[in-house]
């Protein structure tokens, strides 16, 4: 059984190290056209460095404020399930 999960555990490793490399590729690719590098997009406003659009600034800004109130709610209710009395 062990060695099933660490067979699996290369497995996710390997797959990310491909995704992560094929984004990485990707990125330079719009960075050199003058495209957002997030979305890929000519961007109308950019960021104060120029290399990202506004529209996926903001959606990333929701995208953080929405993990971290998941994160709070989570731990507030394992805190309750959890706690002993």
């Known amino acids: 059984m062990l060695k099933l999960g ?3 555990l290369i497995a996710v490793l390997l797959v990310l190290v491909v995704v992560f490399t094929w984004r990485t590729k990707r990125r330079e ?3 050199r056209a003058g495209l957002c590098y997030s979305c890929g ?3 109308q406003t950019t960021d104060r460095h120029g290399r990202i659009c506004n529209d996926c600034v903001l959606t990333r ?3 953080r404020w ?3 109130f998941m ?3 989570i731990a507030a209710i394992a805190a309750w399930v ?3 009395l």
């Open 29 to 31: 690719k719009w960075e």
């Open 71 to 73: 994160a709070l709610v």
């Open 61 to 63: 800004k929701i995208q």
């Open 66 to 68: 929405l993990g971290g």
């Open 6 to 8: 660490f067979n699996f």
């Open 41 to 43: 997009a000519m961007p």
């Open 82 to 84: 959890y706690w002993p």
